[in-house]
C-alpha cells in the first residue's frame, strides 16, 4: 500500500526539541521530494520545509534555524528535528509527497500532533 | 511570498446544487494552482493540479480553471460527501508553496 506515516509528536515545553518522522511505503522514496506541511488547530495548512532528492533542504523564514529537515532513503524515512519550539509552532504536522518535483501533493500522512506548552 | 486570498470563507449550498469557489494570488501563478479537499481528522487530499487537470480517482464533477491570478474551482451538482474544507496552492514558487486560508463549504 502507498502511504505515508508520521511518528514523533507529543507535549514538549517551549523552548524544547522534538523529532519527526515519516516512514514511507509502497512507492521508490528516493526518487521524489518531501515536505512537511503543519496546520493549527481550526487554521489552514503552512508549508515548513522540503527536501530533494540530493538532500538538498528548504525552509521558509518561520522557522529556518530551528527546524531540520533530512532523509534516508536507505530506510525510506523522512525526519524533522526542531529545536528552540515555541507556542506558535503547535500544530500536526502532515509529511507531504511531491507529485513530479512540481510542487502539490499527492500523497500526504494522517499527521503528528506536537504541543509546545509549559 | 505569494499570498493567495480565497473567498469565500463560508459557502452554504443544497445537496444537488453548483457550489463554485474562488482563489486568488497576489501575483502571477501561471498554471501552477493545486485545489485540495479536507475533512475533519483527516489529511488534505489533492483534487486538481495544473489549475486545472483533475487527480486520480477524482469525480468529473469537480473541475478547476483560471490562471495568472484568478482561479476557481466548481462542483457541479453537490454530494453530501462534498462537504469539507477547500484550499488553493500556489506553486510557481517551488518549493516555497502556499496555501490560502480555505473555504468551508457546509450544506444549506
Known amino acids: 500500500e502507498v502511504q505515508l506515516v508520521e511518528s514523533g509528536g507529543g507535549l514538549v515545553q517551549p523552548g524544547g526539541s522534538l523529532r519527526l518522522s515519516c516512514a514511507a511505503s509502497?512507492?521508490?522514496?528516493?526518487?521524489?521530494?518531501m515536505h512537511w506541511v503543519r496546520q493549527a488547530t481550526g487554521k489552514g495548512l503552512e508549508w515548513v520545509s522540503a527536501?530533494?532528492?540530493?538532500?538538498?533542504?528548504y525552509y521558509p523564514g518561520s522557522v529556518k534555524g530551528r527546524f531540520t529537515i533530512s532523509r534516508e532513503n536507505a530506510k525510506n524515512s523522512l525526519y524533522l528535528q526542531m529545536n528552540s519550539l515555541r507556542a506558535g509552532d503547535t500544530a500536526v504536522y502532515y509529511c507531504?509527497?511531491?507529485?513530479?518535483?512540481?510542487?502539490?501533493?499527492?500523497?500526504w500522512g494522517r499527521g503528528t500532533l506536537v504541543t509546545v506548552s509549559s | 511570498e505569494i499570498v493567495m486570498t480565497q473567498s469565500p470563507a463560508t459557502l452554504s449550498v443544497s445537496p444537488g446544487e453548483r457550489a463554485t469557489l474562488s482563489c486568488r494570488a497576489s501575483?502571477?501563478?501561471?498554471?501552477?494552482l493545486a485545489w485540495y479537499q479536507q475533512k475533519p481528522g483527516q489529511a488534505p487530499r489533492l483534487l486538481i493540479y495544473?489549475?486545472?487537470t483533475r487527480a486520480t480517482g477524482i469525480p468529473a464533477r469537480f473541475s478547476g480553471s483560471g490562471s495568472g491570478t484568478e482561479f476557481t474551482l466548481t462542483i457541479s451538482s453537490l454530494q453530501s460527501e462534498d462537504f469539507a474544507v477547500y484550499y488553493c496552492?500556489?506553486?510557481?514558487?517551488?518549493?516555497?508553496?502556499?496555501f490560502g486560508q480555505g473555504t468551508k463549504l457546509e450544506i444549506k
Open positions: 527536501i530533494g532528492t540530493a538532500g538538498d533542504p
Open positions: 509502497g512507492f521508490t522514496f528516493s526518487s521524489y521530494d
Open positions: 501575483q502571477s501563478v501561471s498554471s501552477n
Open positions: 507531504a509527497r511531491d507529485s513530479r518535483g512540481e510542487g502539490y501533493f499527492d500523497l
Open positions: 496552492q500556489q506553486y510557481n514558487n517551488w518549493p516555497r508553496v502556499t
Open positions: 495544473g489549475a486545472s
